[in-house]
């Protein structure tokens, strides 16, 4: 099993350009979320997951959206990517709630300038 | 005040010491996550406990719910061990989330 991967791993963005940030499980977990990570700071929850076409915010989700079609995929679109976005990025997975373990993907980094 | 407190923030030792990383919170939680990032970025679950005390080879958690406090100890630490520890909590209520400490970065000196 691959786990929990994400792609790409490094990007740079210019200021008011998209992208989106792919996330993908291969261990049929309900949960995913996306977390950004900043210096200093703890990760903090951006969107999450709990099924195929459920999602809600977490405790930072202006600036992005997702979208959950599928059981293994959990892209984060960010739309008109301002200087506040670079973070480093990790997608997690966890069969059912946060009680119990969740499982990291490698993380993106992204900076936007 | 944050939610989930780790002290220290940064921990440098010698090899072969025994060491202690502590978390503090103040919520209400199901259960208490620790973690481990390495310098290269990637994050992988230590333990996951809701009581009592848990160990992994060289690593040992334990949780205090009264007191509302858990700490990791890890022992014979080996330069392998250097990494940031990161404490998170899911809390009694929406516990679909996670709220994580700052972490504590480890050195450890051959």
């Known amino acids: 099993n691959a786990g929990v991967t994400q792609t790409p791993k490094f990007r740079i963005l210019k200021i008011g350009q998209s992208m989106t940030l792919q996330c993908a499980q291969d261990?049929?977990?309900?949960?995913m979320y996306w977390y950004r990570q900043d210096p200093g700071m703890g990760l903090k929850l951006i969107y999450y997951?709990?099924?195929?076409?459920?999602?809600d915010k977490g405790e930072v989700p202006n600036g992005y959206n997702v979208s959950r079609s599928t059981t293994e995929d959990f892209p984060l679109r960010l739309e008109l990517a301002a200087p506040s976005q670079t973070s480093v990025y990790f997608c997690?997975?966890?069969?059912?709630?946060?009680?119990?373990?969740?499982?990291f993907g490698p993380g993106t980094r992204l900076t936007v300038l | 005040k944050n939610e989930v407190e780790q002290s220290p923030q940064n921990l440098t030792a010698q090899e072969g010491e025994f060491i202690t990383i502590n978390c503090s919170y103040s919520?209400?939680?199901?259960?208490l996550h620790w973690l481990q990032q390495h310098p290269g970025g990637g994050i992988v679950s230590l333990f996951m406990?809701?009581?009592g005390k848990k160990k992994h080879g060289r690593l040992i958690a334990t949780i205090n719910i009264q007191e509302k406090h858990s700490s990791l100890h890890i022992t014979a630490s080996h330069p392998r061990d250097s990494a940031v520890y990161i404490c998170?909590?899911?809390?009694?209520?929406?516990?679909?989330?996670?709220?994580f400490g700052t972490g504590t970065r480890l050195t450890i000196i051959p």
């Open positions: 997690a997975s966890s069969y059912s709630t946060a009680g119990i373990e969740q499982f």
């Open positions: 998170a909590v899911a809390s009694n209520f929406g516990n679909e989330k996670l709220t």
């Open positions: 261990m049929n977990h309900n949960y």
């Open positions: 997951s709990v099924g195929a076409g459920i999602t």
């Open positions: 919520v209400g939680i199901s259960a």
């Open positions: 406990l809701s009581s």
